[in-house]
Each structure stands twice: as structure tokens, then as C-alpha cells.
């Protein structure tokens, strides 16, 4: 029986959700499947820790294959007093644990993204967005380079994370921190290619709609967008699906997916997802 991977959209803290969603794989596949995850395993949500232990279970026995998202990011920009927390923050119960200082250096060498292929079909897994026009060896070359920033020395982490660069704002270490920006907040793009994470309005699009699949040869897996919800088209699979959301405005999942390594991984219509209804509101109302 071949393993059968299940891509999962942003869990957020959202342990009793992806509990659920680890105890059907299991009854389902037994030990014969792996977890990847497209990021933002934390914040927002109760149980940051326990999303923590369990992915990371899996990670050491070669199971689990998780990215960096924007909370990650946010969680290691606050340990190092780049950031104030937010109201809605949860990151403490991180930070704060007898363990934070293992869950800062584990997260940060973590990769922002990974390739791979189904049934030899190529594809990338990125948190927020792809880089149009970039192939897939470019992708992992590029993004190769800000990820040994992230995992180096605490100065250049340092600089890497900072909001203002001041006179560097040309540097290359400028230049790596808006690209890092993108991989992991990006969700429109502007005439002038600049990107935003904001809702596309006036002259920007969403981000997807500038990524050419049939050009670009391999398909992208990523979360990020809740007000998206499930985004299924030739190529691509959105699955933030807004769990730690639920309630606040109707109902929140945490959707994965689970494609077949036979024929056309990244064809459409697709109806192999599972749905993981949120357990109960864990935001308040706007």
C-alpha cells in the first residue's frame, strides 16, 4: 500500500481539529500516510503547544513535512522584541513554556518551502503564494538563500526580521525580506508585480491569478487565505479553510487534502478533501 500524503490547511492552535483529523488518517491508513503542512501550525488558537508536539512527533519519524507561515515568522519576530504581541495573539503559551527556547531554533529550521512530486507530477508547497514566473529549481535555489538567513546567526536573523531597514532598504538583505514577506503574507499582486497582503482591490489581483501552471510545469499547494476559503483550480489548491475562524461569521474547517499519485495529481474537479468542522468559536466577534 503506498503512503498516502494529506496536505492541511492553517491549524492555528486548533489541537482538538487536527486530533481528529490524525485519528481518521490513522484509522484509514494506519502508520502509511504523511502530514504536510502548509504553515501556521500556531497562534490564534488555544493549544499552540500541543499542535506543536504532535507535528513534531510526526517530523522526527519522518512523517510530518511542515512550512513556516506568517504566525511562525510573528512568533520568532516577538522572542527576539522585533514585534508587539496583538490582542488576538496566543503565542505566549509558546514563548513562555519551559520549552520556548526548543520551539523558537525547531521552527526556524523549518523550510518556507518545499517541492516534491505526486506520481511524478511536480509541485510546490508554500505558505501564502508562489513567485509567478519563477520555475520550480529557481524557486528552491532563491528561497534556499533566505532560509539559511533565517537559520543563521542571531545578528543576521535579526536583520532578516526587522520591518525597517532604513539605508539598507536596497540591500540584499532587504531584498530577501520582502521576498520572504511574499512567500508568507502575499495575497495580491499590483500592475507593477508589487505584492500585498491585502484583499485584491482596484488594480491588484489575487496573487493565482499571475501563476501559469501549464507554463510553469508543476502545481502549488498553499494556505494563508481564510476569506478565500478553498481555493480548487487547474494547478492549485488553496486550503485555508479558516478553522481557528469558526463562529465568528459562520463556520470554520480544517480541510485537507488528499491527492492521488496516480494520473493528474492537480486536475480538476477534485473532490478528494476531508473537512474537519470546527469544534467550537475560539476568536471573538469583529
Known sequence: MPVQRIFVGDIQGCADELD?????????????????????LINRGPANLRVLERVHELWAKGRAFPILG???IALLRTALGLRTPSRLDTLGEVLDSPDGSFWFEWLRSLP?????????????????????????????RRVGKIEAQLQGTPAVLRKLLARDHGADSGSRIA????????????RSLSEDGAWSDAEPSGGSVPWHECFAPDESDYGVVYGHWSLQGLHVASGIRGLDTGCVHHGRSGDGFLTAWLPDDRGEPFAVPDTRFWKIRGHRRYLPRD
Open 70 to 72: 506568517n504566525h511562525e
Open 20 to 40: 481528529e483529523l490524525l485519528d481518521r488518517a490513522t484509522s484509514r491508513f494506519g502508520k502509511r500516510f504523511e502530514l504536510w503542512a502548509v504553515g501556521d
Open 112 to 140: 518556507l518551502v518545499r517541492a516534491d512530486e505526486i506520481g511524478g507530477f511536480p509541485f510546490l508547497m508554500v505558505h501564502a503564494a508562489a513567485f509567478p514566473g519563477w520555475s520550480l529549481p529557481e524557486t528552491v
Open 175 to 186: 531584498r530577501a525580506a520582502d521576498r520572504l514577506g511574499h512567500l508568507v503574507s502575499c
